[in-house]
DNA sequence: CGCAATTTACTTGTGCACAATTATATTAAA
DNA sequence: TTTAATATAATTGTGCACAAGTAAATTGCG
């Protein structure tokens, strides 16, 4: 055997924080995935809708970048919520190169459905108080870390 | 306003554990691209691998369990590592439902090659081992709940 | 046994997700 | 001021990810 045993344990699945990460992460848009449909929206779709009702009016880039989202990804996400009506997408007059979102009325409406959302998930998830808090910490720091290194 | 100033703070994006994780996961995943471009493999097919490399042969069914993943997901995914010459994909004899599938030479000899990639994925996360454990038991916790729920 | 229910897997369709490329507008530098 | 560099966004291509529907083998019940 090339390696010493030591080494390869590393690979084994269980051994690995990155795999309850990403399937917890899969787990939880499932979990939402019947919420969401009564919106009518896409768990992509809802965080840029939260940002819109938090912020009425974003642009693009800062869309892309609080999100963690390029634009290959989020053009087509626009082009589907503009065209359900949620929002709308112009050009800055300043730079035409700036796209501007803002969020219309039937968009504004979704809001108060959503409300109820959050706490429904945070009850599929089962933790204490003090887990959501640490699991909030260190997911942000490890995030954070990450995006360091580009 | 419908609703009073409280329920529409969870629905504020810095208020959610939801967003990190995903983030979190979605940044990791990129994270491993780079090292996983020189076996030739994406994520997805990484943690097949994973199970592969410790289990030198698994069913189909049990695959799609400990991945959480459904055959919609797997099926291309195991199409393209056998034609990568990685696993071969066999149908039981007692059983012409179950697929079958074994690990080859050539799938073992990435095993060496993904050696060091664990650790270098934690140091790009950048958390403590005290952390990665609290992180690991927090998302397993999660995920357990939330598969009791289907 | 014969047939309904179940299990396992595949297929189809939609929507992310991202790398790589392209297009256009703006800014900066020579 | 012309041109090179940069910033913003869209496009293209590949590969998940999953719901819904289909197909085939097996199991179990009458």
Redesign the pocket.
């Known amino acids: 055997m090339a390696k010493n045993d030591h080494s390869y344990d590393t690979l084994k699945l269980k051994n690995q924080v990155c795999f309850p990460l990403y399937a917890c992460s899969?787990e939880l848009v499932?979990q939402y995935?019947p919420y969401l449909k009564e919106l009518n929206l896409?768990y992509?779709?809802y965080i840029v809708m939260m940002v819109l009702w938090e912020r009425e009016t974003v642009?693009?880039?800062e869309l892309?970048e609080c999100l963690?989202?390029?634009?290959?990804?989020?053009?087509?996400?626009?082009k589907?919520l503009d065209q359900a009506g949620y929002l709308t997408?112009e050009r800055a007059e300043?730079?035409?190169?700036?796209?501007t979102l803002k969020l219309t009325e039937g968009g504004r409406k979704l809001k108060d459905k959503a409300a109820e959302i959050p706490s429904a998930i945070a009850e599929c998830m089962g933790l204490t108080m003090e887990e959501f808090g640490v699991l909030y910490t260190l997911t942000y720091k490890a995030l954070k870390n990450m995006e360091e290194r580009q």
Chains 1, 2 share one sequence.
């Open positions: 899969k499932r995935t896409t992509t779709q642009s693009s880039r892309a963690h989202l390029d634009y290959g990804t989020l053009t087509p996400v626009l589907r997408r300043n730079d035409e190169r700036l796209l």
